[in-house]
């Protein structure tokens, strides 16, 4: 039995049926617009997450002529941040908004729709979502917890991280207090790390405080505006654990199938536009905030070829652990052929392309 069908039959669960049963009820009737809650992992302003989900709702409120209407929550003001998931799936709320791999503790497989360990950049990720199977297997995979689910945004490759000191080995990471989610998570804990998953409201006073003694967050357009800059002066760019983090809507799949077509096509639009528009406006913007970043004294490097094979086995060895589940193998057979297929071509055409256009212009 899956979840979705033992929450209809136990106890607890005829109360959440008939909650959602109260959700899914028509209410597009003589005109009267129908009302969807959607909570948030996100505080309210935080720069390119919050900004996602604000567009996601307004996207819907727009093109639905009023017909739907989005209420957005921020963390708190239903659920917390860590608690949309199951809001959703028992029809306490409509819509969540967050990363899909702060859920692995419901499946692992959930980390494969934000981000795994050198995993696939934006565009690899999308072209596997959209063309080679990855929404299917979202949607396999949501049905078990009664949910629709969508990508809804991506934060495009993630920094390493923000550290009090700087990483010169492998060994530097042992003991580390360090705010992680994910699978990249574990792939530090088996480094010696002592591995925080703090909401992001909670990550600046938590480095400020020094009960974390580092942190991964977005990349600089978001860490600039939450001021981590002002308390920690070692960036690193380039991280192995979220090459290009999607981000995800995820419906209850009793309201959703409540809805017209027209405006499930709106929904799942609204969630396409909402990823290209997200991508497009942290990539825009990550150039000028490192700039200001470094003019604020931030020394921004990288990680050491060591410290990139340390992250390399532990991240296989996490991998490879979840193999006993049989989801888990089949999205992550789907997800590196994808990967793979991609991979190949990029590097043959924009790969070169890159390196041939910093050569010439370079060279004058």
């Known amino acids: 039995m899956d979840r979705r069908s033992f929450l209809k039959t136990s106890a607890l669960g005829g109360a959440t049926a008939a909650a959602t049963a109260t959700l899914a009820a028509p209410a597009i009737a003589g005109g009267h617009a129908r009302t969807l809650t959607m909570v948030t992992s996100w505080p309210r302003g935080f720069a390119v997450l919050d900004d996602a989900a604000t567009y996601f709702n307004e996207a819907v409120n727009a093109m639905s002529g ?12 239903l659920v917390g941040a860590f608690e949309v998931f199951d809001a959703v799936s028992s029809g306490q709320a409509d819509i969540y908004h967050s990363a899909d791999y702060y859920f692995i503790g419901q499946h692992p497989g959930y980390a494969f729709f934000t981000a795994v360990p050198f995993g696939a950049t934006a565009q ?22 009664g949910l629709k689910s969508f990508q809804a945004g991506n934060s495009g490759s993630q920094s390493g991280g923000w550290f009090r000191k700087e990483i010169n080995s492998a060994d530097d990471l042992a003991g580390l207090r360090f705010r992680m989610p994910g699978l990249g998570g574990q792939v530090l804990g088996k480094l010696g790390v002592s ?16 009960a974390l003694d580092g942190l991964e967050w977005v990349g600089p357009f978001a860490d600039e505006r939450a001021g981590f800059q002002e308390v920690a002066k070692v960036y690193y760019t380039a991280g192995f654990h979220e090459p ?16 017209e077509p027209k405006h499930q096509a709106i929904i799942d639009n609204a969630a396409k536009a909402t990823t290209h528009w997200q991508l497009s406006n942290t990539l825009a913007n990550n150039g000028g905030a490192l700039a200001r970043l470094q003019a604020q004294g931030v020394q921004t490097l990288q990680f050491s070829d060591d410290v ?57």
């Open 124 to 145: 690899e990720l999308t072209n596997w979502y959209y063309h080679d199977g990855g929404q299917e297997l979202h949607d396999e995979l949501g049905s078990i917890f």
């Open 308 to 364: 990139w094979d340390a992250f390399g086995a532990a991240s296989k060895e996490v991998l490879d652990e979840n193999m006993g589940d049989e989801l888990f193998a089949k999205i992550r057979a789907s997800f590196d052929a994808s990967l793979a297929k991609s991979s190949d071509w990029i590097l043959k055409s924009d790969g070169e392309f890159v390196a041939q256009r910093n050569r010439v212009l370079a060279n004058g």
């Open 195 to 210: 591995v925080q998953n703090i909401p992001g409201g909670e990550l600046y006073q938590a480095l400020s405080s020094g």
């Open 66 to 77: 009023g017909e739907l209407v989005i209420e957005k929550k921020a963390p708190g003001e």
């Open 244 to 259: 290009g983090s999607g981000l995800s809507a995820g419906m209850n799949l009793d309201v959703w199938e409540s809805l």
